[in-house]
């Protein structure tokens, strides 16, 4: 990147200059680092990238996302290792009433006792309390908190009990869906995709080049 202005920060335990206005990731390539693993979306969407910093002066370690977190002077910085966390096997179709089984699935849930280890989300979702709407089996709550999760895992490298919050609710999630009807309008999609009602389209989008896709993908005016 060309830019005048440095900063110096602590990345991966050693002192080093880079450009301002980087993002942890880029200043970790900017520094020869070969960082693949940990790096996906680059967008904050897949929550590969999550890192511990302690900010200049900073009493606490934060957590967030290595492609969100911009450098600034004295950021003491690493990338946390992916953390192994229980999935468990289900399969959804063949359950009657799935969340009647979530004590099955995941009994650890219930050994929760609320200590809120897990609220460290960097996307700011109250972990602790999705945990305990689910215990409580109030289950909307539970997945209204959770629907900007990014399945980083953050939150189940805190938990003394061993609980992957980002499972559990995700299987709440599923359950849940399951219960409702399905969408109309998802429905109709899937089966246009199904009779293959775009595939010529899509086939001639495939070949196009820039320019050609620009044309295409350029809103109508007025539209
Ligand atoms: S690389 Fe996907 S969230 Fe950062």
């Known amino acids: 990147m060309n830019n005048s202005k440095t900063v110096t920060i ?76 229980r999935l468990a096997r289900y399969l959804l179709e063949s359950m009657e009433n799935p969340l009647m089984q979530l004590a099955e699935i995941y009994p650890e849930l219930y050994t929760c006792n609320d200590c809120k280890a897990c609220n460290i989300c960097p996307e700011w979702i109250n972990v602790a309390g999705v945990m305990k709407a689910a215990k409580d089996a109030d289950y909307e709550t539970a997945t209204g908190h959770i629907m900007d999760c990014i399945m980083c895992g953050l939150c189940a490298s ?33 089966d246009q995709l199904g009779s293959h009602q775009f595939t010529a389209e899509w086939d001639s989008i495939a070949t196009m080049g820039d320019e050609e896709l620009e044309v295409k993908c350029r809103r109508p005016e007025g539209a």
Not at 34 to 61: F, H, I, P, Q
Request: net charge positive; charged share 25%; glycine share 12%.
């Open 158 to 190: 805190r938990c003394p009990k061993g609980i992957a919050p980002q499972h559990v609710a995700l299987f709440i999630q599923r359950a849940l869906a399951k219960e409702r009807a399905f969408p109309p309008n998802l429905q109709k999609r899937l």
């Open 10 to 85: 602590e990345l991966e335990g050693r002192k080093i200059r880079v450009p301002e206005g980087l993002t942890v990731i880029e200043a970790l390539w900017d520094t020869g680092h070969d960082v693949k693993r940990g790096v996906g979306c680059l967008s904050g969407l897949c929550g590969a990238c999550t890192v511990a910093y302690l900010e200049k002066e900073g009493r606490k370690v934060k957590f967030g996302l290595g492609c969100h977190k911009v450098v600034e002077d004295g950021l003491n910085v690493i990338m946390l290792p992916y953390f192994p966390a």
